[in-house]
């Protein structure tokens, strides 16, 4: 069966950047996995972020985008703030109906 | 603006049946290329996808779940449900309903605010 793996955890000094990243534990992530992103802080329903590799969800500042890397999706978030500090899952379409999310990546942004 | 409320009771025992359903509102339950789907997250654990449906009934579930779970869709009243037996303590999590947005956009867009199920005798 196959993982989608993220970095369990990440720290950013606020206002910096930092480049979560999305892989498969077979296989590289591209395109037409159409990854997405999505935020979630502590007791809140996560929040849709990033679709299709690279569009953001309405409401989304533009200090977040999404691309691919090497083999991975990534999120980039540039201007790291405070309140970015949340966990962040990507998800990735198998084909066949299938949807698979990562573990999760903490940020940390201290 | 589209909303979704989860609704059911919140405590199963083992063995039995947790059933949960989805209300939509503000938006249809019949538009072009959106599914519906449940995905849940264990206490301190990640998402994961429980499965989807269409308007039509086509349903797509998550290969380690599937033996145990049932999505319908009644698109007379804006719900679809989710039924997943045999429930065991490893099923207790906050259970997620969302839109799945498919064709080339394959994302969960729109969230419910989630429900919390507990497993116990």
């Known amino acids: 069966q196959t993982v989608v793996t993220q970095e369990p955890s990440f720290s950013v000094s606020p206002g910096g950047t930092v480049t979560l990243t999305c892989g498969l534990s077979?296989?590289?992530?591209?395109?037409?996995?159409?990854p997405s992103w999505y935020q979630q802080t502590p007791s809140q329903a996560p929040r849709t972020l990033i679709y299709s590799t690279n569009t953001r969800s309405s409401g989304v500042p533009d200090r977040f985008s999404g691309s691919i890397l090497g083999n991975k999706a990534a999120l980039t978030i540039t201007g790291a703030q405070a309140d970015d500090e949340s966990d962040y899952y990507c998800?990735?379409?198998?084909?066949?109906?299938?949807?698979?999310f990562g573990g999760g990546t903490k940020l940390t942004v201290l | 603006q589209l909303q979704l409320q989860e609704s059911g009771p919140g405590l199963v025992k083992p063995s039995e049946t947790l059933s949960l359903t989805c209300t939509v509102s503000?938006?249809?339950?019949?538009?072009?290329?959106?599914?519906w789907a449940w995905i849940r997250q264990a206490p301190g654990k990640g998402l994961e996808w429980i499965g989807s449906i269409y308007y039509d009934g086509s349903a797509y579930y998550n290969p380690s779940l599937k033996s145990r779970v049932t999505i319908s869709v009644d698109t007379s009243k804006g719900q679809f449900s989710l039924k997943l037996s045999s429930v065991t303590a490893a099923d207790a999590a906050v259970y997620y309903c969302?839109?799945?947005?498919?064709?080339?956009?394959?994302?969960?867009?729109?969230w419910g605010q989630g429900t919390l199920i507990t497993v116990s005798s």
């Open positions: 969302a839109r799945h947005s498919g064709g080339t956009y394959q994302v969960f867009d729109c």
């Open positions: 503000g938006g249809s339950i019949t538009s072009s290329n959106i599914y």
């Open positions: 998800m990735l379409y198998m084909g066949s109906g299938i949807s698979v």
């Open positions: 077979s296989g590289s992530v591209s395109t037409s996995y159409y």
